[in-house]
């Protein structure tokens, strides 16, 4: 596989704390990669720089080589990074039809029929078994339901890769099991994924790879049976957290 993302040296301070400290790794086309760590290890921090919601103070972000370093979200989003948040971001009193019409605002009139056609949204919101829910407001979906639509709006920007910041956080264990299987198939259509996620059950049986963070930096990148049982990787959880699940 060749790299997709390339994530180099990165730092990034808030006043006296340094949530980024050398911070480097790489996702290879058409992988499922997994981002994890401790709380405040700098997971989220580095999806921000990368997505240009936070300016990274020093370090590289590169797209099948082309630099995206200090770009700002819309234009991170254009060149075909897409994410979703820990907290879901829909318009909640519109239909889900609707909150899709929303996000074609940015695009191309010539496009916009493509990618946005009532045809297309309907594929997408079927392939996170939505399609049904198609004309109920965004408002009376479960929470897990909303965060199934708001990966449907990132899919609709036909991004090469897209970060999901904690998809399994506080949604019922049988759709955290139809979320992995949603995953995995829109991975074999061709999207690469990168996924922050605090479920260790949920992220080991999901990725392919996975980087662990500590105190802003990579410790450690491999298989998932190969980080179960790195002593460093078990020293940064204090034993226990890979089997038992990291508290949030």
Same mark, same amino acid.
């Not at 989003?77 to 039809?97: D, E, P, S, Y």
């Given at each position: 596989?060749?790299?997709?993302?390339?994530?180099?040296?990165?730092?990034?301070?808030?006043?006296?704390?340094?949530?980024?400290?050398?911070?480097?790794?790489?996702?290879?086309?058409?992988?499922?990669?997994?981002?994890?760590?401790?709380?405040?290890?700098?997971?989220?921090?580095?999806?921000?720089?990368? +997505?240009?919601?936070?300016?990274?103070? /020093?370090? #590289?972000? &590169? @797209?099948?080589?082309?630099? *995206?370093?200090?770009?700002? $979200?819309?234009?991170?989003?254009?060149?075909?990074?897409?994410?979703?948040?820990?907290?879901?971001?829909?318009?909640?009193?519109?239909?889900?039809?609707?909150?899709?019409?929303?996000?074609?605002?940015?695009?191309?009139?010539?496009?916009?029929?493509?990618?946005?056609?009532?045809?297309?949204?309907?594929?997408?919101?079927?392939?996170?078994?939505?399609?049904?829910?198609?004309?109920? +407001?965004?408002?009376?979906?479960?929470? /897990?339901? #909303?965060? &199934? @639509?708001?990966?449907?709006? *990132?899919?609709?920007?036909? $991004?090469?890769?897209?970060?999901?910041?904690?998809?399994?956080?506080?949604?019922?264990?049988?759709?955290?099991?139809?979320?992995?299987?949603?995953?995995?198939?829109?991975?074999?259509?061709?999207?690469?994924?990168?996924?922050?996620?605090?479920?260790?059950?949920?992220?080991?049986?999901?990725?392919?790879?996975?980087?662990?963070?500590?105190?802003?930096?990579?410790?450690?990148?491999?298989?998932?049976?190969?980080?179960?049982?790195?002593? #460093?990787? &078990?020293?940064?959880?204090?034993?226990?957290?890979?089997?038992?699940?990291?508290?949030?």
């Amino acid at each position: 596989m060749t790299a997709l993302l390339e994530v180099g040296d990165l730092s990034k301070s808030f006043g006296g704390v340094q949530a980024l400290s050398g911070c480097s790794f790489t996702v290879d086309d058409g992988a499922i990669a997994g981002l994890i760590g401790p709380n405040g290890s700098g997971k989220t921090t580095a999806f921000n720089v990368i +997505t240009g919601y936070e300016r990274a103070d /020093g370090g #590289r972000v &590169l @797209l099948r080589g082309r630099e *995206v370093t200090g770009s700002g $979200p819309d234009r991170v989003c254009a060149l075909g990074i897409g994410r979703t948040f820990q907290i879901t971001r829909v318009f909640g009193r519109l239909t889900l039809l609707e909150n899709l019409r929303v996000g074609s605002a940015g695009v191309p009139r010539a496009r916009r029929r493509e990618l946005y056609g009532d045809r297309r949204c309907l594929e997408l919101l079927d392939s996170v078994g939505l399609a049904s829910l198609a004309h109920a +407001t965004a408002g009376a979906l479960s929470y /897990g339901q #909303r965060k &199934l @639509l708001e990966l449907v709006l *990132v899919l609709a920007q036909e $991004p090469r890769i897209i970060l999901l910041d904690e998809p399994a956080g506080g949604i019922n264990p049988t759709l955290v099991n139809q979320l992995g299987g949603y995953i995995r198939e829109l991975n074999k259509q061709g999207v690469t994924f990168l996924v922050v996620e605090h479920d260790m059950e949920f992220v080991m049986g999901l990725c392919d790879v996975i980087s662990v963070m500590e105190r802003g930096a990579v410790i450690a990148h491999g298989a998932p049976e190969q980080i179960r049982t790195d002593p #460093r990787v &078990l020293d940064a959880y204090l034993g226990g957290a890979l089997d038992e699940g990291e508290p949030s």
